[in-house]
């Protein structure tokens, strides 16, 4: 239900414009596509596995390998279900439309 929720959600933002050259989200995709976020996650993900193991050493919930393939594999599920629909649309747009491929110099193709 979920999944199909933010497909909904995707195609309204996408009938409406909202993924327009110049839009809002044009402009954060292109902040995160040039930024590079990887010292950033890499502390906070330590962070998160200390605080992790404290409440699991702390409260004797169960094997910290056990909580943290738990926590893993929700947090890759639900990311999955709100990146998939993006990706799907991609998909269908690079076999319907020749100008969203690649030649093999590296550049779009044209329209035609």
Sequence with gaps: MLFVATLIRFSVLLKRGKYQKGS???????????KTYIPAVIIGSTGLVFI?????????LADIEEAVITVLCFAVFYTMIFVLPEQLVILYCKFRFKSFNFDKRGYMNSED
């Design 24 to 34: 809002k989200r044009d402009e954060l995709r292109a902040k995160f596509e040039t």
């Design 52 to 60: 992790v193991q404290f409440i699991v050493r702390t409260f004797n």
